[in-house]
Nanobody, 125 residues
């Protein structure tokens, strides 16, 4: 059974940092990419970042580029999203998902087959 467990969300002040993690099981972690999405209240789910299977290639949305860093540790079956310089509009539930997207599809949630339960990040201004 594929499982993705996201954690690390919380309340942080604007300008602060937070790291969310995604622990995976039930599949060969090193063979798959891990995508991070977020959904703010009343908004559609948005692709934030993705790290390819080996961990070497990463793509980011323009809204987080330069502030967020995505990574994965294949030895620990864990992916991370380090979020720095957080802003109020980063407030959302953050989800991790597993798939094998290409550059043109990584923002499309339909590319990912399995999803974690989400972790809430609240940025206070």
């Amino acid at each position: 059974e594929v499982q993705l467990q996201a954690s690390g969300g919380g309340l942080v002040q604007a300008g602060g940092s937070l790291r969310v993690s995604c622990v995976a099981s039930g599949f060969i972690f090193e063979d798959y990419s891990i995508g991070w999405f977020r959904q703010a209240p009343g908004k559609e789910r948005e692709g934030v970042a993705v790290v390819r299977s080996s961990g070497g290639m990463k793509w980011y949305s323009d809204s987080v580029k330069g502030r967020f860093t995505v990574s994965k540790d294949n030895a620990k079956n864990t992916a991370y999203l380090q979020m720095n310089s957080l802003r109020g509009d980063d407030t959302a539930v953050y989800y991790c998902a597993v798939g094998n997207p290409i550059l043109s599809t990584w923002r499309d949630s339909r590319t990912y087959r399995y999803w974690g339960q989400g972790t809430l990040v609240t940025v206070s201004s």
